[in-house]
C-alpha cells in the first residue's frame, strides 16, 4: 500500500474524530437533556459509521455502539472507534476529559488513528504526529475557556513521575507502585484523554489494569506510537487488536525510556499476594453492568 494511501487513512481519521467532536459538543450545548451520553453515543457512531461507509466502503468496523460482525477477522482493514469515549464525563457539566477515538487495523498493525478531545480544543492524530516535549518541562496546555478542565493532570515539571489512572477503577496495586518508585498518581476521567496527557508531556505514564475494550486504546496507541511513545501490556507484551474477543486486560503508555523501569516496578508492585488474588483477567460477562473504562457493549 502506498504512501499516499497511508496519508490518506491518517488524515480521514482525524478528520471523523474531529467533526463528530463537534457534533458532540453541540449536543452538549443544546441542554441536560436525559440521557445525554446514551444519545451522544448514538449520534457519534452514527456519523462514524455513515462516513466510513461512504469512504471506505470495503473496510470493516469495529466500534463500541455496533453489533460485532464476524467477518472483520477475515478483513485486511478493520476500523476501531469508541464514538465517545468518557459516556460518564460527557454527561457532567464542565468536564473535558472525554474523547472521540478513531483509529485503523490493517493486517495486524495500528496504521492510522485519531483522538479527539472536543472540550478542550485538541486533535491529536497520525496525520501530524505530536511532537514529543522536552522531558518534564513543559507547560500545561490552555484549555478553551468554554470548557473548564477540573480534571486534567498538572504540569510534568521536574519531580516525582506523574501516572495517570482512571478516575473511577484506578487499579489496587498503583498505590503501591507509586510508593516503590515515588510516584504521583493522577486521576483522569476517558483513556483517550489519559493517553493525551503522556502524548502531550502533562503526564509521564498511563498505567490501567482490569481490562479495557479495543476501541478504548487502538486510537490513542496509534497516536503514541507515532508519536515514539513505548505502548505495550503491562508486562511488556505486545498490544493485539481485530482479536476475536476484543478484550485487553491491561497497558502501559509512557516515554520509551522509561518503559523498562516501569515494567519492572509493575510486575513487583503486581506481584504482592493481595493483588494476585484481587486481579481479574477474564472479560466480564455481557449482563455486567460495571464495565471496565467505557460503557457496556451491545
Known sequence: MGARTLA??????????TEAGRHLLALRER?????????????????????????????????????????RLAADRVWIVDPLDGT????EPGRTD?????????????????????????????????????????????VPSHAPAPPQAPSAAAGPLRIVVSRTRAPAFTARLAGNIGATLVAIGSAGAKAAAVILGE??????DGGQYEWDSAAPVAVARAAGLHASRLDGENLRYNEPEPW???????????????????????????????????PPEKSVTDTPESASWP
Open 31 to 71: 441542554g441536560d437533556a436525559d440521557g445525554l451520553g446514551k444519545i451522544g453515543d448514538r449520534l457519534s457512531h452514527e456519523f462514524l459509521t455513515s462516513g466510513l461507509a461512504r469512504l471506505r466502503p470495503g473496510d470493516a468496523v469495529l466500534s463500541e455502539e455496533g453489533r460485532d460482525n464476524p467477518a
Open 203 to 208: 503526564a509521564d505514564a498511563y498505567v490501567h
Open 98 to 142: 472525554w474523547a472521540v477515538h478513531v483509529a485503523l487495523w490493517e493486517r495486524g498493525e495500528l496504521t492510522a488513528g485519531a483522538v479527539a478531545l472536543p472540550a478542550q480544543g485538541r486533535v491529536l492524530s497520525t496525520a501530524e504526529p505530536p511532537r514529543q516535549p522536552s522531558p518534564r518541562s513543559q507547560p500545561h496546555a490552555p
Open 8 to 17: 490518506s487513512d491518517d488524515e480521514l481519521a482525524r478528520d471523523l474524530a
Open 88 to 91: 460518564r464525563e460527557f454527561g
Open 248 to 282: 485487553l486486560p491491561d497497558i502501559l503508555i509512557c516515554p520509551a525510556g522509561k518503559a523498562g523501569m516501569l515494567v519492572e516496578a509493575i510486575r513487583e508492585a503486581r506481584s504482592a499476594p493481595r493483588h494476585r488474588s484481587l486481579r481479574r483477567r477474564e
